[in-house]
């Protein structure tokens, strides 16, 4: 990695420079959560090597944010592209209805002796979204082949995001991402976020909704941490008394670690926090170190046996073409053999202490929140706390300028960065924070 640092002084420039990559992108790609309309037009990044990015002009941009949270130990690494180059020369793909391979079976084995001990097979799909479709679908028809139809409501938490899909949409916070399509979803029960102030409001809902629990299939939730949500952390005794009602009662557990999984929380899963474990895992985003798409759901022995029968019909009919894709496994063991290694606790150790440095030195802004490798700053404006604030545009073009990818979610800024990420560097963003804070 260039261990070179090097910082822009002054850059009077706009923070898009045209070139034709830009204006070829501009003619025939429609970008995700964009609008197009007033949006500037997209940064060609021509290569990347650890935690920076370079554009066409050779400007160098610090990855704050693990390009959408799912980089882990830095981009183009060599050791996880040797181990998928090796892989795409034996196998790159084959169906995975009836046949198998071995890098998939040795990252479901290699997952389960890290994951909760009650977990017991791993359902492989292609993204964060269809994971916990996969989940959604398995604990509702868990119930269904035992012929308890009746179950099949959802308990999801307020304000959470679990994807883009139709299902992950419905027991999603109900905003103006999924607004156009709220008659297509069907009903989701949600409990208010266990943070300080209402944890006693949440566990008395719970409790009340348990009444029910006949109806009730499952409960989704992001352990500790709302992603997309504006980084709302909570305590992990909260979610685990919130668990705990909810086996009592029959009521199936999902968690949704697509984002908090593979030590961003400073352990390697963001469930290893609580006693009491969730009957479904979700994985993704980190799980190929950022190299490829895969996703994962994992399950108990007990669900993955509600699907055996002599009746075809019990089976669990979901998957992807790309199912248990052989490259991408390779590169979920590549990033595994990495994660596990007492650098990468060492790394993820440090962030965590420099991210609590940051924090005590700024004890006076009420709204500073870390937890392992992430930082949150919720920025207080006239507008309040919304995706849609303004001062996101605001950030986001500051920062580019600055040299750094953070992507604000509106009036929260904050940071998840690789794990490989310098220190340097990371007092530099600080400084950087520091400058906007006090504009």
Same mark, same amino acid.
């Given at each position: 990695?260039?261990?070179?640092?090097?910082?822009?002084?002054?850059?009077?420039?706009?923070? *898009?420079?045209?070139?034709?990559? !830009?204006?070829?992108?501009?003619?025939?790609?429609?970008?995700?959560?964009?609008?197009?309309?007033?949006?500037?037009?997209?940064?060609?990044?021509?290569?990347?090597?650890?935690?920076?990015?370079?554009?066409?002009?050779?400007?160098?941009?610090?990855?704050?944010?693990?390009?959408?949270?799912?980089?882990?130990?830095?981009?183009?690494?060599?050791?996880?592209?040797?181990?998928?180059?090796?892989?795409?020369?034996?196998?790159?793909?084959?169906?995975?209805?009836?046949? !198998?391979?071995?890098?998939?079976?040795?990252?479901?084995?290699?997952?389960?002796?890290?994951?909760?001990?009650?977990?017991?097979?791993?359902?492989?799909?292609?993204?964060?979204?269809?994971?916990?479709?996969?989940?959604?679908?398995?604990?509702?028809?868990?119930?269904?082949?035992?012929?308890?139809?009746?179950?099949?409501?959802? *308990?999801?938490?307020?304000?959470?995001?679990?994807?883009? !899909?139709?299902?992950?949409?419905?027991?999603?916070?109900?905003?103006?991402?999924?607004?156009?399509?709220?008659?297509?979803?069907?009903?989701?029960?949600?409990?208010?976020?266990?943070?300080?102030?209402?944890?006693?409001?949440?566990?008395?809902?719970?409790?009340?909704?348990?009444?029910?629990?006949?109806?009730?299939?499952?409960?989704?939730?992001?352990?500790?941490?709302?992603?997309?949500?504006?980084?709302?952390?909570?305590?992990?005794?909260?979610?685990?008394?919130?668990?705990?009602?909810?086996?009592?009662?029959?009521?199936?557990?999902?968690?949704?670690?697509?984002?908090?999984?593979?030590?961003?929380?400073?352990?390697?899963?963001?469930?290893?926090?609580?006693?009491?474990?969730?009957?479904?895992?979700?994985?993704?985003?980190?799980?190929?170190?950022?190299?490829?798409?895969?996703?994962? !759901?994992?399950?108990?022995?007990?669900?993955?046996?509600?699907?055996?029968?002599?009746?075809?019909?019990?089976?669990?009919?979901?998957?992807?073409?790309?199912?248990?894709?052989?490259?991408?496994?390779?590169?979920?063991?590549?990033?595994?053999?990495?994660?596990?290694?007492?650098?990468?606790?060492?790394?993820?150790?440090?962030?965590?202490?420099?991210?609590?440095?940051?924090?005590?030195?700024?004890?006076?802004?009420?709204?500073?929140?870390?937890?392992?490798?992430?930082?949150?700053?919720?920025?207080?404006?006239?507008?309040?706390?919304?995706?849609?604030?303004?001062?996101?545009?605001?950030?986001?073009?500051?920062?580019?300028?600055?040299?750094?990818?953070?992507?604000?979610?509106?009036?929260? *800024?904050?940071?998840?960065?690789?794990?490989?990420?310098?220190?340097?560097?990371?007092?530099?963003?600080?400084?950087?924070?520091?400058?906007?804070?006090?504009?």
């Amino acid at each position: 990695m260039n261990e070179q640092i090097e910082y822009p002084v002054e850059n009077t420039e706009s923070y *898009i420079t045209k070139s034709q990559l !830009t204006e070829r992108d501009a003619k025939v790609v429609w970008h995700p959560f964009t609008q197009h309309q007033t949006a500037p037009l997209s940064i060609p990044i021509v290569r990347a090597e650890g935690a920076y990015l370079f554009d066409d002009s050779g400007k160098r941009y610090i990855d704050a944010i693990s390009s959408w949270w799912v980089n882990l130990h830095g981009h183009s690494h060599p050791y996880i592209a040797q181990k998928v180059a090796e892989q795409f020369l034996k196998l790159e793909q084959v169906i995975f209805a009836g046949f !198998t391979h071995e890098p998939a079976v040795r990252l479901a084995e290699r997952l389960l002796e890290i994951l909760p001990k009650n977990q017991a097979k791993i359902f492989y799909s292609d993204n964060g979204s269809t994971s916990v479709e996969v989940a959604l679908k398995m604990a509702i028809q868990y119930f269904h082949n035992q012929g308890f139809t009746k179950k099949r409501k959802v *308990i999801a938490l307020e304000n959470g995001y679990h994807g883009d !899909t139709f299902g992950t949409m419905a027991v999603g916070a109900k905003s103006g991402f999924n607004a156009p399509f709220e008659a297509f979803l069907y009903e989701t029960i949600y409990l208010p976020v266990p943070v300080k102030g209402q944890q006693a409001h949440s566990l008395e809902t719970m409790k009340k909704l348990m009444e029910n629990a006949d109806e009730i299939a499952c409960f989704i939730f992001e352990p500790l941490i709302q992603g997309a949500g504006g980084m709302v952390m909570y305590e992990p005794e909260m979610l685990d008394a919130l668990i705990k009602l909810a086996k009592e009662n029959g009521v199936l557990t999902i968690a949704d670690e697509i984002m908090t999984g593979f030590g961003r929380t400073g352990k390697l899963f963001a469930t290893d926090y609580i006693e009491t474990k969730p009957d479904i895992l979700c994985l993704s985003k980190g799980l190929t170190g950022g190299a490829m798409a895969l996703g994962v !759901t994992s399950c108990t022995q007990e669900i993955y046996d509600a699907f055996l029968s002599e009746d075809r019909r019990k089976t669990l009919f979901h998957s992807h073409s790309f199912t248990a894709n052989p490259l991408a496994c390779t590169a979920g063991l590549a990033s595994m053999d990495l994660l596990l290694s007492e650098e990468t606790e060492t790394k993820i150790f440090k962030i965590n202490q420099l991210h609590q440095e940051f924090k005590q030195k700024h004890t006076t802004h009420p709204n500073i929140t870390v937890k392992g490798t992430i930082l949150s700053i919720e920025i207080q404006t006239e507008e309040g706390t919304s995706y849609f604030n303004n001062i996101r545009d605001i950030a986001y073009k500051f920062f580019i300028e600055k040299g750094i990818l953070i992507r604000p979610l509106g009036n929260v *800024i904050y940071l998840l960065p690789p794990y490989c990420i310098l220190e340097e560097d990371l007092k530099y963003i600080y400084g950087c924070i520091e400058e906007f804070l006090n504009l």
